[in-house]
T-cell receptor, first 109, second 114 residues
Framework: AQRVTQPEKLLSVFKGAPVELKCNYS??????LFWYVQYSRQRLQLLLRHISRESIKGFTADLNKGETSFHLKKPFAQEEDSAMYYC???????????FGTGTKLQVIP | DADVTQTPRNRITKTGKRIMLECSQTKGHDRMYWYRQDPGLGLRLIYY???????NKGEISDGYSVSRQAQAKFSLSLESAIPNQTALYFC?????????????FGSGTRLTVV
């Protein structure tokens, strides 16, 4: 079975402070991992994928297979980063996506 | 124009009523999904369909049914709504050349069962 754990329901940081949103996963095969973001009253949208190793809006995430983690990081938080963030894993025979329970990031001005 | 459209955006219904939520997409994706979002529980998969003839149950399919009327349309029905089905429902698509790019989500349907 595949599982995604986001241990923090709420993360509050001051503007300009570093951000790290934690994500741990459980999966027996080779996972594909994603971060999705949901701004207030908007649809979920893909933020980044581990296979592309890209940086979007200053966010990066590195897959650590040894620690089974895919933490999302940004060196300097901005107010517009305030949103819900979901970590997701794609795997299994049908390539279904399993989401974590989400972390609400609140950036304090 | 939105490429994944959900209707209605909001709906209040009474316990025991049948209700249908609709999703249509112009992405040309073959895969479609229904999720519900609840505070503290994240998104949970209700049903998914990899093409018109392939429909599968997700984690929480009890009390729900679906219909894939065409590649572009995937409807979710609550045969007899109950209050604990009050949630935000999302349709998502994936596939085609964007298969590795994750999901495209609709704007959601907020359903309240009273």
């Amino acid at each position: 079975a595949q599982r995604v754990t986001q241990p923090e329901k709420l993360l509050s940081v001051f503007k300009g402070a570093p951000v790290e949103l934690k994500c741990n996963y459980s999966y027996s095969g080779s996972p594909e991992l994603f971060w999705y973001v949901q701004y207030s009253r908007q649809r979920l949208q893909l933020l980044l994928r581990h296979i592309s190793r890209e940086s979007i809006k200053g966010f990066t995430a590195d897959l650590n297979k040894g620690e089974t983690s895919f933490h999302l990081k940004k060196p300097f938080a901005q107010e517009e980063d305030s949103a819900m963030y979901y970590c997701a894993l794609k795997g299994g025979g049908y390539q279904k996506v399993t989401f974590g329970t989400g972390t609400k990031l609140q950036v304090i001005p | 124009d939105a490429d994944v459209t959900q209707t209605p955006r909001n709906r209040i219904t009474k316990t025991g009523k049948r209700i249908m939520l609709e999703c249509s997409q112009t992405k040309g994706h073959d895969r479609m999904y229904w999720y519900r979002q609840d505070p503290g529980l994240g998104l949970r998969l209700i049903y998914y369909s990899f093409d018109v003839k392939d429909i599968n149950k997700g984690e929480i399919s009890d009390g729900y049914s679906v219909s894939r009327q065409a590649q572009a349309k995937f409807s979710l029905s609550l045969e007899s709504a109950i209050p604990n089905q009050t949630a935000l429902y999302f349709c998502a698509t994936s596939g085609g050349t964007e298969r590795d790019y994750g999901y495209t989500f609709g704007s959601g349907t907020r359903l309240t069962v009273v």
